[in-house]
């Protein structure tokens, strides 16, 4: 099960945010004050109350009653101020649709003993008078489920866990979680029968001493309330128990064993995260953590930072995480559309980098503004070499070169590796690596590893045929090149000095020393850029036979990550094609004007999107828009924007006979 889409309603800020699509990673991004936090504390609070608060809810009213100001939620200051004198019973409403899996399916029937089909809705909704929560969908059999929202909240509860960490990460946020943590591993505890008679023990040694003090209040009580006949103090178990769970102190040693509340603000931060990762690691079978993040980089310094992403991405291999954030570190270079922009008190899936860019404001050179992928290589005269070797055996690649997706940038010298990633990380740049397999080039490997920065993926060195130590030009066949660099400096490539165990530039230097020729950092420059040249002018024989597959690996090695990024965007549209072809189709029976359609509903912008009535505008124009029907094409509309991921448009459309007119009101089925 995952939470799949959350919509929140009158919070704060938030006057409506719909449907906003959380993938395994979500990330909100956006200007300060737009309500990506509140969004975030929006899920915050209806998770809560489905993992921690059911126990409360009445069965007649399923209707929690609590003081909210402790919970986190105050009417006074968090339902819109604006519409608190109109509604002074209004209520906060988020709406969270979880996606089961095939087997949660056949579950839910055997729990709840009731069928359903797609996503599972829940409407909680935070007022005055307390929390609600409901089944929340139309159709077919709704009503049922309605009266069994109890149970189905139950359903989603015991197979989630959530936790929320704060912008603002202190010691005690990491205490709450670890006091958690401990309170659950304990509950298995409470049936073992040492524990069991531990606690009678306990009881048993408490009891004279709190029938004492009842006695004694007793005595008192009486001189002044005559009609006071007994006074007794209990200690029901529960509580006892509850109390053996809580109470738990962290110590880091780190030279001296300090309590964590003093130590700095980064070691707290990071504190809490870790112990996040430890309690999902730890959460039952078939029990799934969603983690919300708000600014993961606060208080960290730039290498925590790093450390931090590599620990959420690899939390979110198995565990769903929402986070905020201003850093374009943690923006989902893979899949665009992981990345939520909220701004102007709306929330929409990120089209493409561009868009992501111009909101963190983050300034990319020309080269580099369309790019989807970055070759990084260690100079200029490797770009040109490299650019016309690829180009000349990969058409998909070439195309890519093309139209700006695959871009080339160098590093001028190999220790600046580090350096170049980091910024093309803050321009939020997917990138590979074709370095020289030499001393420099694995030392500047393993600095950007160990920093967080590169993954053995992301690399491709020139590893040359049977050297300890290799450069781009070693791959190279010598024909290709020597003779305009023979004529130019009056030397001979044929000699034994370059046909020796040494890397290319030091084999061409012994070549030059041996002719009795100077040799400085100038002459190699102008000798490697005449290279490139003749290699970019003959790229088809360029590369020595016995190194080809160096070559096709790097080739291969971008295809595939350009393609899978290509993939994850292509699913999105197709979905959506699908989705409008049949919205499309739609309109057309119901014989309505789509014009008036899309004048109406506003909230195409944030939705289904307002290409769908765009197109539909050629088929129908003029007709009469009544009242009646416009609140059906709406309610139509609303399921097939709801079915973008699933497809299942094609199957409403389903239920409408090819015999159907535009002048009847057809019939639609859908399954729940």
């Known amino acids: 099960m995952k939470l799949h889409a959350i919509s929140v309603s009158q919070y704060r800020s938030i006057s409506s945010a719909k449907r906003i699509r959380l993938g395994r990673s979500t990330v909100l991004i956006g200007p300060n004050n737009e309500g990506k936090s509140n969004i975030l504390r929006g899920l915050v609070l209806a998770m809560t109350v489905l993992t921690r608060g059911l126990q409360r809810l009445s069965l007649a009213g399923q209707r929690i009653r609590t003081t909210y100001s402790v919970r986190g939620y105050n009417w006074e200051k968090d339902y819109p101020i604006n519409l608190q004198k109109k509604n002074p019973n209004g209520e906060t409403e988020i709406i969270l649709e979880f996606a089961l899996e095939n087997k949660e399916y056949e579950e839910f029937a055997q729990e709840v003993n009731s069928k359903i089909t797609g996503n599972l809705p829940l409407r909680i909704g935070i007022g005055k008078n307390g929390v609600s929560v409901k089944y929340h969908k139309k159709g077919k059999g709704s009503a049922t489920l309605s009266k069994k929202s109890l149970k189905i909240a139950n359903f989603v509860s015991s197979r989630m866990e959530f936790e929320h960490i704060p912008a603002v990460r202190t010691a005690q946020s990491a205490q709450n979680i670890v006091s958690d943590l401990v309170s659950r591993e304990l509950i298995g505890l409470e049936e073992n029968p040492d524990y069991k008679l531990a606690l009678q023990k306990i009881e048993e040694l408490q009891k004279p001493i709190l029938e004492t003090l009842s006695d004694s209040i007793y005595q008192t009580l009486k001189k002044f309330l005559p009609q006071v006949k007994k006074v007794k103090i209990e200690l029901p178990q529960a509580q006892r128990i509850q109390a053996f769970r809580r109470g738990t102190e962290i110590s880091v040693d780190d030279g001296t064993m300090t309590p964590l509340q003093y130590k700095g603000d980064g070691v707290q931060s990071l504190a809490a995260l870790g112990i996040i990762r430890h309690a999902s690691d730890r959460s039952g079978e078939g029990k799934k953590f969603i983690i919300a993040i708000e600014e993961p980089e606060s208080h960290l310094h730039p290498t925590a930072i790093h450390e931090l992403k590599e620990v959420i991405d690899k939390l979110s291999e198995k565990h769903q995480i929402i986070i905020t954030s201003h850093n374009p ?66 058409e998909y690649l070439k195309e890519a070169i093309k139209n700006g997706s695959l871009a080339f940038d160098s590093l001028i010298g190999g220790t600046n590796l580090s350096y170049k990633i980091c910024l093309l990380r803050d321009a939020i740049c997917l990138y590979h690596v074709f370095i020289d397999d030499d001393h420099c080039g694995r030392e500047s490997y393993k600095k950007a590893k160990d920093g967080g920065l590169l993954e053995d993926g992301q690399i491709n060195f020139a590893k040359a045929c049977g050297r300890n130590e290799s450069e781009i030009e070693d791959l190279f066949n010598t024909d290709v090149y020597k003779t305009p660099i023979e004529n130019k400096y009056h030397i001979s490539f044929t000699i034994s000095k370059f046909r020796g165990k040494k890397k290319w530039s030091e084999r061409v230097k012994d070549v030059f020393y041996a002719h009795g020729k100077p040799w400085d950092d100038s002459i190699e420059k102008d000798i490697k850029y005449i290279v490139a040249n003749q290699v970019s002018l003959n790229p088809r024989d360029a590369i020595n036979g016995q190194d080809k597959m160096i070559i096709d690996s790097l080739i291969g090695a971008l295809e595939s990550r350009l393609k899978e990024k290509e993939k994850a965007q292509r699913i999105r549209i197709d979905c959506v094609s699908a989705a409008n072809h049949n919205l499309i189709r739609l309109l057309d029976k119901l014989g309505v004007s789509a014009y008036s359609v899309y004048k109406e509903i506003s909230f195409f912008e944030q939705g289904v999107g307002s290409a769908v009535l765009k197109s539909a505008l050629f088929l129908r124009r003029g007709s009469v828009l009544t009242s009646n029907r416009l609140k059906k094409i709406i309610y139509f509309i609303k399921v097939f924007s709801s079915c973008l991921n699933e497809l299942q448009a094609l199957a409403i459309m389903k239920s409408y006979p090819d015999s159907h007119t535009g002048r009847r009101n057809p019939r639609i089925t859908i399954g729940d």
Do not use: C, T, W, Y
């Open 329 to 394: 570190l943690f923006v989902d270079r893979r899949a665009i559309s992981n990345n939520v922009i909220v701004n102007d008190r709306k929330a929409k899936p990120a089209k493409n980098v561009e868009e992501i860019r111009k909101i963190l404001g983050v300034r990319a050179s020309d080269n580099l503004r369309n790019a989807e992928m970055v070759l990084v290589v260690e100079g200029e005269d490797d770009i040109i070499s490299l650019k016309s070797i690829i180009q000349e055996h990969s």
